[in-house]
């Protein structure tokens, strides 16, 4: 039931709107501060249902990376290397874009490198990454200008890693603190003067005479123009889209004294991945253990992956060590057959920008400008 609203509230808060971006994560937040620093004058709101935003935003690893040389590898028998190329870059950019728009020290941005591993069984993986690392320090040089990887097998016992027999750098692979980043996020649009209401689930929407409705459990908002980025969840409004969801699920442990590990880790060709932050361990992934289950937009654990995720860490990652899981949560991310976002106008003056395919930190502020940029086009 809508509620009883003022004069005041309606025409201020619910209606005129030249642009609606739903969904407050980082490719809408992007996409709305690029449409208001572009053009002033716009009246933007952002929707969100969650009372945070919700998805994968505030819920991701921090990783601030264009891929590890085995997703690189798969990616480019997907795509070929010209559009691969052009992905590294869009990645590279967008990264640059964030930290340029909120600073290094706002979000937390530490170049401590990044890592591939693999362990004494996968040495024909190991043995195929290696091979690669030429290659792809070529197709990188030109996007960050000089070589990315490296062989760094030097390094394994100084992590204190038990099991593994290769190990591949990225030096150009670095972590944020992902709610440092977020709240920044929300702060600069915020004072750009872009409303931003939470807890408003968009149920569905409605074009009328040069216009859309926004229909929600409170009110219907009103815009000429709409950007959804809700990522998996752009399904419940726009079932045709071609993603599917895929839930990642994280663990932290409680801070370790004298812990070795520092930088940004990938294992199982990106489907595991660690971290140090403030001194403990953040571990995540595993939905390739039964990739259906975890094809879900509902949070939650599972106890295969769980079980997965401690016995990495007892065993590989911290095999001499103590530890205590502090807490576990979720995130729920959109993948498509092909690693690039989707980006487009699907109905008249509705766009949409999603499958960020677990890159958000990357490519999400580049992908924000981009569907910005396809609505500042129709203007």
């Known amino acids: 039931m809508p509620t009883e609203l003022s004069y005041w ?56 990376c264009f891929g590890s040389i085995s997703e690189l590898i798969e990616q480019e028998e997907m795509i070929g290397i010209d559009r691969l190329s052009a992905l590294i870059e869009k990645r590279w950019k967008g990264l640059l874009k964030l930290r340029n728009l909120l600073s290094d020290n706002a979000i937390d941005y530490q170049c401590l490198g990044g890592y591939e591993l693999f362990k004494n069984e996968d ?54 603190d992902s709610g440092k980043m977020m709240l920044a996020l929300i702060q600069y649009a915020q004072r750009l003067g872009i409303g931003i209401f939470n807890n408003c689930t968009v149920d569905r929407i409605e074009e009328e005479s040069k216009r859309y409705r926004l229909i929600t459990k409170n009110e219907n908002f009103f815009c000429k123009r709409l950007i959804v980025t809700t990522n998996a969840f752009i399904k419940d409004l726009y079932p045709d889209i071609d993603i599917n969801p895929g839930r990642g699920q994280v663990l932290i442990t409680r801070p370790i004294k004298d812990l070795k590990v520092a930088g940004t880790f990938h294992y199982d060709k990106g ?97 924000g400008e981009d569907v910005a940029n396809l609505l500042l086009n129709k203007l």
């Open 9 to 64: 509230e309606k025409e201020s808060f619910f209606c005129n709107y030249d642009a609606i971006v739903i969904g407050s994560g980082i490719v809408g937040l992007n996409s709305a501060i690029h449409l208001k620093k572009t053009a002033p004058s716009l009246k933007i709101a952002i929707l969100e249902r969650g009372f945070l935003p919700t998805g994968a935003s505030t819920k991701n690893a921090g990783f601030a």
């Open 123 to 176: 040495n024909f993986l190991a043995e195929i990454g290696v091979s690669k690392i030429e290659h792809f320090n070529l197709l990188v040089n030109d996007v960050v200008g000089s070589n990315a990887f490296a062989l760094s097998n030097k390094k394994i016992s100084s992590f204190g890693f038990e099991g593994v027999s290769t190990l591949i750098e990225n030096r150009y692979e670095a972590q944020i």
């Open 271 to 367: 489907y595991y991945y660690f971290r140090n932050i403030n001194g403990r361990i953040l571990l995540g992934g595993g939905r390739n253990i039964d990739f259906k289950a975890e094809e879900t937009t509902a949070l939650g654990q599972t106890e295969p992956i769980q079980l997965a995720l401690e016995k990495l860490l007892k065993t590989v990652i911290l095999p001499k060590t103590t530890f205590e899981i502090d807490y576990r949560w979720s995130g729920i991310m959109a993948f498509g057959k092909v690693p690039e976002p989707f980006i487009a106008e699907i109905l008249p003056n509705v766009f949409c920008a999603t499958r960020c395919n677990g890159m958000g930190v990357a490519i999400g502020s580049q992908t």
